[in-house]
């Protein structure tokens, strides 16, 4: 079983920037992938970006240019970096470890509590 949980979300201003972390343990090895998704109230969870062990990234076309994903092998720990927050960009975002095949992110079964994101004026 794998353990996730996710921190650093708050309340942000449209146009500012925030870094979240999830701290992973459990059973992981460094070939998994990882990567962040989240969740709006009505909607269906999306994957917002994901980053493989030799650190290849994809983002969705949402948050490309303005999200950053990275990981601590290390420290098992991923991370995402939020700038120039839009207030769609609100949501729940939930990290997870999974695989990757032909550029396409496959989820692992377990989610952490989820840490909320607001964007705001």
């Known amino acids: 079983q794998v353990q996730l949980v996710e921190s650093g979300g708050g309340l942000v201003e449209p146009g500012g920037s925030l870094r979240l972390s999830c701290a992973v343990s459990?059973?992981?090895?460094?070939?998994?992938?990882m990567a962040w998704y989240r969740q709006a109230p009505g909607k269906q969870r999306e994957l917002v970006a994901s980053i493989t062990s030799g650190g290849s990234t994809n983002y969705a076309a949402s948050v490309k240019g303005r999200f950053t994903i990275s990981r601590d092998n290390g420290k098992i720990m991923v991370y995402l970096q939020m700038n120039s927050v839009k207030p769609e960009d609100t949501a729940v975002y939930y990290c997870?470890?999974?695989?990757?095949?032909?550029?396409?992110?496959?989820?692992?079964?377990?989610w952490g509590q989820g840490t909320q994101v607001t964007v705001s004026s």
């Open positions: 997870n470890v999974g695989t990757v095949y032909s550029g396409t992110y496959y989820p692992g079964a377990y």
């Open positions: 459990g059973t992981i090895f460094s070939w998994h992938a």
